[in-house]
């Protein structure tokens, strides 16, 4: 079976041709990185997520975050719906956790704006 994909390790985008056997091969790499990347997406496909969660008593009603570690693309839905039912309260620091290890991934939601009390 041969997968095509972009690799996006960096802005070049390489097109990544994946021969999946027994083994991995990766071809249209430029660099190591790409075929990381190609074995990676292949075996256990990962990404860091970025949202917005709701503040309560702020002065903006919703503060960037994102996870502070790439996490498993199946898991993404179902973190998506735990940082969609918090409520942080201001004031908020960038880099403030605002959920400690989301289901169980070992990747916290982390404040990635500030938002002062209102
Ligand atoms: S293979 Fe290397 S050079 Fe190509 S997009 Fe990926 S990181 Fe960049």
Redesign the pocket.
């Known amino acids: 079976m041969i997968k095509k994909m972009t ?8 097109q ?1 041709e994946v021969e999946v056997n027994e083994t991995i091969k990766v071809t249209g ?7 990381e ?1 190609a074995k990676n997406e292949v075996t256990n496909p990962k990404r860091v997520i970025t949202s917005t969660v709701r503040v309560e008593g702020g002065d903006r009603p919703l503060v960037s975050v994102k996870t502070d570690k790439e996490v498993p693309k199946d898991k993404i839905f179902e973190i998506m719906k735990e940082i969609n039912k918090i409520k942080a309260l201001a004031p908020v620091n960038i880099g403030d956790i605002i959920i400690e290890n989301v289901l169980g991934t070992g990747a916290n939601i982390v404040a990635t704006a500030k938002v002062m009390k209102g």
Do not use: T
């Open positions: 690799c996006i390790s960096c802005p070049l985008g390489c990544l790499n430029k660099c190591k990185r790409g075929e990347y």
